[in-house]
C-alpha cells in the first residue's frame, strides 16, 4: 500500500511519522521478488523509536524491535539521499557486504526530524526470516479515523 493510497483511504495528510519503508531479507519474501513495503509503523514500534531518538547516532546500535535484534543508526535525510540504504549497510556492517540476501531493512522518521535505519539479519535458530515488514501495521492504527459530519 503506498502513501498516496493511505492518503486517500484516510481523506486528508498523513504525517511522515506514520509512515514507514520496509524491504524483507531474501528469506522473509513471501513472493521470492524483491518488493518495497511503505505502510503505516506498529504503535508500539513508533513508541519505541521515539523513546530511542535522543540515544540513535550515526553509528549502529543493537536494539530489540518486535522480539527480534535489529541494528538501527539515525541518518540525515541528505545522507540518504548521498547513498543507498543497501550501500551503506554493506559499508558499514561488514557482516552485511558478503551476505546481504540475510538482511531486511526499514526506514521511518525519528521525533527530531532524522531518519533511522533498522536493519535485520535472518536468523533460523531464533524463528528470525528477517522480514523488516514486522515493524509495520496494515492496519494503520496510528491514523485516527476522522469522524465525518452527520
Same mark, same amino acid.
Given at each position: 500500500m503506498s502513501g498516496l493510497c493511505l492518503r486517500q483511504r484516510r481523506g486528508s495528510p498523513i504525517d511522515d511519522r506514520v509512515l514507514s519503508l520496509a524491504i524483507n531479507s531474501q528469506y522473509g519474501r513471501t513472493q521470492n521478488q524483491l518488493h518495497i513495503h511503505i505502510s503505516c509503523l506498529r504503535p508500539d514500534v513508533r513508541q519505541q523509536l521515539d523513546q530511542l531518538t535522543p540515544q540513535l547516532s550515526g553509528r549502529w546500535q543493537s536494539i530489540t524491535l518486535r522480539k527480534h535484534r535489529y541494528w538501527l543508526r539515525a541518518l540525515t535525510p !541528505? %545522507? #540518504?539521499t548521498r547513498q543507498s540504504a543497501f550501500i551503506r549497510l554493506a559499508d558499514e556492517r561488514s557482516q552485511a557486504?558478503? %551476505?546481504?540476501?540475510?538482511y531486511g #531493512? *526499514? #526506514?521511518a522518521e525519528l521525533s527530531d526530524g532524522r531518519l533511522v535505519l533498522m536493519a535485520i539479519e535472518r536468523n533460523w535458530l531464533l524463528l528470525n526470516s528477517g522480514s523488516a515488514e %514486522?515493524?509495520? !501495521?496494515? *492496519?494503520c492504527q496510528l491514523i485516527a479515523p476522522i469522524k465525518k459530519a452527520a
Open positions: !541528505d %545522507e #540518504l557486504r558478503s %551476505e546481504m540476501g540475510k #531493512l *526499514a #526506514l %514486522e515493524v509495520q !501495521d496494515h *492496519a
